[in-house]
Each structure stands twice: as structure tokens, then as C-alpha cells.
């Protein structure tokens, strides 16, 4: 079964990190494109950041630039995200997303679960 | 402000059709970039409905169809289920950024 299962989400406080991980099974990850996809509550979708298969290329939204880091070891099929200089706006669900195309664009035809990521004092 | 702006509600009875729309520019859908569709139920992750514009992933009913014109594209879902009762998001890509964009979603309402 293709399945992709998020952890690392928690309560952080403003200006903190926090690493979140993906583990992929059921399929060839180092073969796609691997994303990270926020919901905030109550609002709707915002893919945070693209990463190639070989991890040589990564591309973010404007508003993590700076702050995340997205990467990958495709010896263990896991997807990461480094959040570093945590905002409040950052609070939402962060989805590990795969992009079947091989250029990295286009639809997302796998989703995990996500993980919470709450930003408070 | 979305990218790409999708009305924020619709409603439907049991069996009957409704559609949803997805308006962008000529830097997105209007430059040709695809549209997908994703269903969001309740308490769950999205999950691909339409890809490619029209296209169904394996297991998704034939009662869901997608379609574009211009700078708009639309999902329509016909013969309307309680089941249906999620929220829906339009993505695409737009010539000014360097990832996809989404739609704001729209609340499908089954009445």
C-alpha cells in the first residue's frame, strides 16, 4: 500500500524550530518529486515547499523562505522539514505530499495524514 | 487572496448537479498550466479527484468531472450524495511563482 506518514508536529513557541518527518512505503520515493503542504485552521491549502528526487533542486513559498528547510534521505524514504524563526501565522497542519510528475509541477496524487504544528507562547 | 478564486460555499440536493468554479488569469490558467482537483472530508487529508484538468484517479465515481475554458475551469458533480459533503480545492500553476497554487476551496453543502 502507497502510504506516507507525517511526525514531529507539536507546540513551539514564537521564534522556536521544529523538524517534521515523512516516512514513505509502498512505492519508489527516491523516483518523485516530494512536497510539503500546509492547511492553517479553519483555512484553505498552501504548498510550502518542492523538492527534486535527488534532492539538487528544492524551491519554497515566499513567506518560509529563509526559515525552512526542506530535504530528504532516500536511503530511509523520508521527507523533512526544518522550521527554524517560527511565526504564529506558521500554525497549521503540514501534509507530505508526492508529485508524480518528474519536473516537479503539477498534482499531488498522494497525501499523508499531516502533523499539527502550533506556534504559541 | 487566493490565486485562484473559488466561490467560498455551494449547496445541492440529494441527485441533483452542482458545479464549482475556479477563476485565474492569463498567468495561470489562462496560459494553458492544468488544473486539479482535490476532496477534503471532514477530519481528513485532501485527496486527488480530477488531475490534468479531466482526468479521474482509479476509484473515483464518474459522477465527477472537470473541465476549463479560458481562465476558469470547473468540477461538476452529478446524481449528488450525502457522502459528497466536503470541501473542494482548484490547483494550478502560475507563471510568476515557482510552485503550485491553490483555490481558497469551496464548502459543498448537501442539503
Known amino acids: 500500500e502507497v502510504q506516507l506518514v507525517e511526525s514531529g508536529g507539536g507546540l513551539v513557541q514564537p521564534g522556536g524550530s521544529l523538524r517534521l518527518s515523512c516516512v514513505a512505503s509502498g512505492f519508489t520515493f527516491r523516483s518523485f518529486y516530494m512536497s510539503w503542504v500546509r492547511q492553517s485552521p479553519g483555512k484553505g491549502l498552501e504548498w510550502v515547499a518542492n523538492i527534486k528526487q535527488d534532492g539538487s533542486e528544492k524551491y519554497y513559498v515566499d513567506s518560509v523562505k529563509g526559515r525552512f528547510t526542506i530535504s530528504r534521505d532516500n536511503a530511509k524514504n523520508s521527507l523533512y522539514l526544518e522550521m527554524n524563526s517560527l511565526r504564529a501565522e506558521d500554525t497549521a497542519v503540514y501534509y507530505c505530499?508526492?508529485?508524480?510528475?518528474?519536473f516537479g509541477v503539477g498534482y499531488m496524487d498522494v497525501w499523508g495524514r499531516g502533523t499539527t504544528v502550533t506556534v504559541s507562547s | 487572496q487566493s490565486v485562484l478564486t473559488q466561490p467560498p460555499s455551494v449547496s445541492g440536493a440529494p441527485g441533483q448537479r452542482v458545479t464549482i468554479s475556479c477563476t485565474g488569469t492569463?498567468?495561470?490558467?489562462?496560459?494553458?498550466?492544468?488544473v486539479h482537483w482535490y476532496q477534503q472530508l471532514p477530519g481528513s487529508a485532501p485527496k486527488l479527484l480530477i488531475y490534468l484538468n479531466s482526468n479521474r484517479p482509479s476509484g473515483v465515481p464518474d459522477r465527477f468531472s472537470g473541465s476549463t475554458s479560458g481562465t476558469s475551469a470547473s468540477l461538476a458533480i452529478t446524481g449528488l450524495q450525502a457522502e459528497d459533503e466536503a470541501d473542494y480545492y482548484c490547483q494550478s500553476y502560475d507563471s510568476g511563482l515557482t510552485l503550485g497554487v491553490f483555490g481558497g476551496g469551496t464548502k459543498l453543502t448537501v442539503l
Open positions: 505530499a508526492r508529485v508524480p510528475s518528474p
Open positions: 492569463n498567468s495561470n490558467i489562462g496560459a494553458g498550466y492544468d
